[in-house]
């Protein structure tokens, strides 16, 4: 029997660590940049013309934020150490900082938004560094409810777009354009396979551009009055080192907003290796942490420089589910684009004067598929009762408030409208009930040994005590015994690396009672393996598993009902579920 081709099994022609043709890789960067390069020239600009900011600063901050955002994006593409996260995460400016912004321009100067937004980013540092200590509380649950809100948060705007057209045009243009731009993509997108799909949303903006054009929608005017090669005066405001009662009071809401903005981030590195292979992978931590630390790198630049802060958007994956294509090389192409359109004016004139309702268009189909890797993101993590709850809960609240249906006036009031936005109450809501639901957990036992084979007796000994503790027959006893000595195996080093570490490593075993059994929960210092994705692959390991540690895994696999193994860098985490067998349920 032969085997099917995971290729064509799973849509994904390209995965992260291929070699892609460089005329791809500025396509697919292209069409990114197209997407994403008018939201770090709006958003400041909304900002400071709001806050009555000067047109030489704003110049500025516009430059500093593309170029930011452009370098940022290289190097979440590259993996450099505790550094970027190795796949295609596009930065750009947060909207979620819209409002912030606008008060601590107004309360204090720009020279206050300096100094608020360096302090966020070193926040983001710190969360990036703990991030194993969060890990109870952004759960892919947590992602997945807010990539589900974001489109939720982005539709007003791509709505807006539809029938942003100049004044005076016929009614009928604008649908048109909109209309020719999702029917070219749907069209190539469903029934197209091989190189042609991988063009669907490019031939749908040009479709679209094209439609606008005939109707003079297509802005050439723009590109005409755009310098070819530009730079703007640096305006830097400084940075305020005064500490008064204007920073105390906008330092919560802005914490705030970093802690709901790396959570995107968060969502959005999830995202996007979720569709970034054809072989169903764990969710590499490590790489979670590498992008949380780009976003604290780019906040950092972007306090210094005096612009609006940014984060990762998640549109990356949606493309990656529509075009087959992941590689890295997509994301070093769409960073080095937004660096050169910083310098060259015209350049950025043409991709601005695609008409509103061709990027709306566009946008909204990419919502959509953005919306489905949300789903993804939850099935893969197993949606079971709590966490449809807490999905469907946080989904409904964020959409309320978004909408203005939950306490409109209130929600305006507080806080300068933040809960206006659906991620963040939406993801708020789902990391309060996410924290619920471990504080309500029972009881927890814990014990603590070296890693080491002669730990085994130890280990033993702390399960059947615990199964005791829970009235479990023995039936129970045993297969936990057996899940710790299996899991014991796959996680204490080889003899060489033992030998050559300086000092033992540290083992912690928890073990707390759930609905339907025990979960144990290992607690060790990193490695490389990793025993989720080993166990997905079980069969294919070949001679780089012995038969010893093959069994092991089997046996493991057999034992346990599930087996989630999280990797980070200064600490690996093996969380265990196992049933309890029918003798023992009933005794």
Known sequence: MTRKDPTHEHGLRYQADDNISLPLALGLGLQLTALIVSIPILIPTVVLRAAGASEAYLSWAVFAAVAICGAATMLQARRIGRLGAGYVIIMSSSTAFIGPSIDAIESGGAALLVTLVVVASLFQFLLSARLALFRRILTPT??????????????PS?????????????AHVAPLCAIATVLVIAVIALKASGALRLWAPVIGVVAGSVVGALFGLYDFGRIDDAPWVGLPDVAWPGIDLDFGPAFWSLLPPFLLVTLIVTLRSISSSVAVQSVSWRQKRAVDFRAVQGAVNVDGISNLLCGLAGTVPNTGYSVSAALAELTGVAARRVGIATGA???????????????LAIPGPVVGGYLGVLMAMLFLVGIKVLVQDGLEYRKG?????????????????????????????????????????????????????????????????????????????????????????????AVG???????????????????PRRLRLVAYRDNVGAVLEFTAAPSD????DQLVVLGDLGDDASIEHEASLRLLRHLASSVRHQQYHDIDIVTVHVKVPTRAAES
Request: proline content about 5%; charged content about 20%; overall charge negative.
């Open 389 to 481: 709850l807490i999905v469907g809960i946080a989904f409904w609240i964020g959409l309320g408030f978004e909408i203005d249906m939950i306490f409109p006036e209130q929600a305006a009031a507080f806080a300068g409208g933040l809960f206006s936005n659906a991620m963040t109450t939406g993801g708020l809501a789902a990391i309060l009930m996410t924290l619920f639901v471990e504080l309500t957990k029972s009881r927890r036992l814990r014990m603590a040994s070296t890693l080491e084979l002669s730990a085994l007796p130890k280990i033993s000994e702390f399960l059947r005590s615990f199964a005791k503790r829970e009235g479990w027959h023995s039936d129970m006893a045993d297969r936990l015994e």
């Open 337 to 351: 684009m937004f660096v050169v359109l910083a310098f060259f004016p015209k350049a950025l004139a043409a991709v």
């Open 529 to 532: 393996d990793n025993i989720q």
């Open 142 to 155: 947590v992602s997945g409810a807010v990539l589900m809100l974001v489109p939720v948060t982005a539709m």
């Open 485 to 503: 000595e299996e899991c014991l195996l796959n996680l204490v080093p080889p003899e060489d690396e033992a030998a050559t570490a300086s000092r």
């Open 158 to 170: 791509v709505l807006g777009m539809l029938d942003r057209v100049p004044d005076g045009s016929p």
